[in-house]
């Protein structure tokens, strides 16, 4: 299959999700990861309407954004180093992977000196895994306070990786807790505004996410083959 294929492919099992959950198919909106791809295939994505992308390593990131960024919007989802914050923010249009203090503080401190707002997402470590990054379910609140006193941050979303290979069920109920966690928020009125997103579901997990409330998918190697 080449890439318009599968692009059709996706589309159309997420239509099918979505209309199995009752959902409407524009509340789930996809972000092409390209951090395995070359500038010319992520040109190709965007060309296929694929107008969100992702990429994780921020060097390559950087790199492919000069080549296209008037094309498109960019998502930074990998793991943001403190010292790549002024080269991320500068560039993309939503940050993933906001999951700890010393980022947030040094993304507030260079947001504000380029005198803009960064979109991010507060990353959680809802499996407790030791390898995967994220603030814990119990620290997210107060971690949250925090944040929403950042003016040069905008907390979009909360973001979460499923363990990797595990049993429907426990990728579900994963998911399920990071949706209860953002209405949490929101009920709390921690920020002073709506958090609207979930970004949630990879290429092994996409239909469960969208079962659970997603409204981002980021998805890798089921557009772009291994
Ligand atoms: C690579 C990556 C993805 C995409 O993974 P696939 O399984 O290839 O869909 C999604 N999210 C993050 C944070 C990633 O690093």
Known sequence: ????????????????TCRSCGRKKDEVQIIAVTKYTTIQVTEQALQLGMSHVGESRAKDACSK???????????????????????????????????????????????ASLNITVKCFIQVNVSGEESKQGVS????????????????????????????????????????RLKQLRDELNDQKIFGYHVPHLSMG?????EVAIEEGATWLRLGSVLFGE
């Open 1 to 16: 299959m080449d890439l318009q294929e599968r692009l059709t492919a996706v589309e159309h099992r997420i239509q099918e």
């Open 65 to 111: 954004w000069e080549a296209l960024h008037l094309k498109g919007t960019w998502h930074f989802i990998g793991h943001l180093q403190t010292n790549k914050v002024k080269e991320v923010v500068k560039r993309f249009d939503y940050i993933h992977s906001l999951d700890r203090m010393s980022l947030a503080k040094e993304i507030e401190k260079k947001a």
């Open 137 to 176: 379910p119990n620290a997210l609140f107060s971690f949250a306070n925090e944040v929403s006193q950042m003016k040069h941050i905008q907390v979009v979303g909360l973001m979460t990786m499923a363990p990797f290979e595990s049993k429907v069920g426990a990728t579900r109920s994963v998911f399920r």
């Open 202 to 206: 990879m290429s092994n997990d996409f």
